[in-house]
């Protein structure tokens, strides 16, 4: 059965500090690795990686994937209150248009 | 539209009640998405629609659940006989092409009593 773990799955950190969020996978026929930022209902898309040992980055925030112990990692450096959501990781699968997702890790930035 | 829409934004149904959920997707997005997303727990995969042709609808739970798009835009998720396990989130999401990149919407929340 495909399963996608995340870690912690809730984190509470004060303004400024860096957190890294943990996630690891088992898909069959593995495609590629999402990240998305869910506040309050609508899950919006972050990061997508495809290949192993190359960082994405935006603003504050930057995501790898390691292929060969099927995990990824969130960074979020000098964190804001506007940083607090659940983050879903989420793996595709080749041959199907699906993701499986992740339990999600609630962040909570405290001022 | 701007984004995608879902109505209505709660719903509460009796045990037993038949329901209906629609998704007015971005426009000019080919693929659709419905997932069911339980409290604490990530979105779950229920079915997906490549213009009005649902190919892939293996995460419905049973024969209870149904979904259309008879014109390639609007969709319909339909629950026969609610039951409180059917009590969830339901999101809609929408893209170009391809299950990856997803627009998703604010959901229905459905409790069923």
């Known amino acids: 059965e495909d399963k996608v773990v995340q870690s912690p799955l809730s984190l509470v950190v004060h303004e400024g500090d860096t957190v890294t969020l943990n996630c690891s996978y088992e898909?069959?026929?593995?495609?590629?690795l999402l990240w998305y930022k869910q506040e309050k209902k609508a899950p919006t898309f972050l990061f997508m990686l495809t290949s192993s040992g190359i960082e994405k980055k935006s603003g504050r925030l930057s995501s790898i994937l390691d292929k060969k112990e099927l995990f990824s990692i969130l960074n979020i450096t000098a964190t804001q209150t506007g940083d607090s959501a659940v983050y879903l990781c989420a793996a595709s699968i080749q041959g199907a248009q699906k993701l499986v997702f992740g339990q999600g890790t609630r962040l909570t930035i405290n001022p | 539209g701007a984004g995608v829409s879902q109505s209505p934004r709660y719903k509460v149904a009796k045990r037993g009640q038949d329901v209906a959920l629609r998704c007015d997707p971005i426009?000019?997005?080919?693929?659709l998405f419905w997932y069911q997303q339980a409290l604490g727990q990530g979105p779950e995969f229920l079915t997906y629609?490549?213009?009005?042709?649902?190919?892939?609808k293996s995460g419905l739970p049973s024969d209870r659940f149904f979904a259309e798009r008879p014109e390639g835009s609007v969709s319909t998720l339909k629950i026969q006989r609610t039951q409180q396990e059917d009590s969830a989130v339901y999101l809609c999401?929408?893209?170009?092409?391809?299950?990856?990149?997803?627009?998703f919407g604010s959901g229905t929340q459905l409790s069923v009593l």
């Open positions: 898909v069959t026929n593995f495609r590629s």
């Open positions: 426009s000019g997005h080919v693929s």
């Open positions: 629609f490549q213009n009005e042709a649902q190919l892939d």
């Open positions: 999401a929408s893209s170009l092409e391809g299950g990856e990149k997803l627009f």
